[in-house]
């Protein structure tokens, strides 16, 4: 099974600050790897797909890059709102499509 | 507007069983492959089970193969999970989850229900 690390597990920036959370996959999937945004009580939603393809609706503040096994989520200037966690998911091992850890995101 | 609603969560001994639904509207329901993920309580994104759009291909994790039934109704546009001999690490909140597969974008979930709490306790 591909296995997913997040790092940091956690970190607390400030508002304004640009915040870079990076996710490493234990073999090359290419650029199947998606990002997902975990606000405190409330479901998951889809951010980023394959690598670098932002989900309709996203704030252009959120990025995404990266192939084979290192990548990268990206917030230019990080808002209040951007509190949540954040989840890596990579979907080339079809079909266990395995998320990382999680890095909580507190303001 | 693409909704999707999962209920039939609840309380449950361990070994027991429960059948959660995942009713579904906005979207063309047969078109797409489900998903369930589950979130423990405190933990992260674990993906459990995938159904094929005509429900004829299955896949689940290791943790419930032979356990848990992922199937579909097209005609109603829900999906379903069939959850047997159930463990206390099966508490968790379940997730369904539309998925988009295009070749050379891959997988992604992208309409999540809201979830609905599973607990097994004794």
């Known amino acids: 099974d591909i296995q997913m690390t997040q790092s940091p597990s956690s970190l607390s920036p400030s508002i304004g600050d640009r915040v870079t959370i990076t996710c490493r996959a234990s073999q090359n999937i290419g650029r199947f790897l998606n990002w997902y945004q975990q606000k405190p009580g409330k479901a998951p939603n889809l951010l980023i797909y394959t690598a670098s393809v932002l989900q309709s609706g996203v704030p252009s503040r959120f990025s995404g890059s990266g192939s084979g096994t290192d990548f990268t989520l990206s917030i230019r200037s990080l808002q209040p709102e951007d509190v949540a966690t954040y989840y890596c998911q990579q979907s080339y091992s079809t079909p266990m499509y395995t998320f990382g850890q999680g890095t909580k995101l507190e303001i | 507007e693409v909704q999707q609603l999962e209920s039939g969560g609840g309380l449950v001994q361990p070994g027991g069983s429960l059948r959660l639904s995942c009713a579904t509207s906005?979207?063309?329901?047969?078109?797409?492959?489900m998903t369930w993920v589950r979130q423990g309580p405190g933990k992260g994104l674990e993906w459990v089970s995938i159904?094929?759009?005509?429900?004829?291909?299955?896949y689940y994790a290791d943790a419930v193969k032979g356990r848990f039934t992922i199937s579909r109704d097209n005609s109603k546009n829900t999906l379903f999970l069939q959850m047997n001999s159930l463990r206390v690490e099966d508490t968790a909140v379940y997730y369904c989850?539309?998925?988009?597969?295009?070749?050379?974008?891959?997988?992604?979930?992208?309409?999540w229900g809201k979830g609905t709490t599973v607990t097994v306790s004794s």
């Open positions: 906005g979207f063309t329901f047969s078109n797409y492959a």
């Open positions: 159904i094929s759009r005509s429900g004829d291909t299955t």
């Open positions: 989850a539309k998925g988009t597969f295009n070749v050379g974008l891959g997988y992604y979930m992208d309409v």
